[in-house]
């Protein structure tokens, strides 16, 4: 069973930055997507951000220009650096991996953006 583990969420003033990372427990194949995704109190899980095995990203319209999404194939890793954060961005981060097969959650990382 793959188990993915995020690490790097904390609290952090309103225009900081935190990394977050994702890896994985083992090595998967054949992954085609992995993504960032988030969910504040109260709200639905949204899409952050995603990357294509062919480094094709994607940006929810609320964090272009803040959020930089990047892998690294041969770890299985998956990053998210967030900049310029502000309070709206506060929620739990969830990476995701999809393969041709299957998908993975992890359990998520929380972040916390103080005014």
């Known amino acids: 069973q793959v188990q993915l583990v995020e690490s790097g969420g904390g609290l952090v003033q309103a225009g900081g930055s935190l990394r977050l990372s994702c890896a994985a427990s083992?090595?998967?194949?054949?992954?085609?997507?992995m993504g960032w995704y988030r969910q504040a109190p109260g709200k639905q899980r949204e899409l952050v951000a995603t990357?294509?095995?062919?480094?094709?990203?994607n940006y929810a319209d609320s964090v272009k220009g803040r959020f930089t999404i990047s892998r690294d194939n041969v770890n299985n890793t998956v990053y998210l650096q967030m900049n310029s954060l502000k309070p709206e961005d506060t929620a739990v981060y969830y990476c995701?991996?999809?393969?041709?097969?299957?998908?993975?959650w992890g359990k998520g990382t929380l972040v916390t953006v103080s005014s």
């Open positions: 995701k991996v999809t393969t041709s097969a299957v998908y993975y």
């Open positions: 083992r090595t998967i194949f054949s992954i085609n997507v």
């Open positions: 990357i294509t095995s062919g480094t094709r990203t």
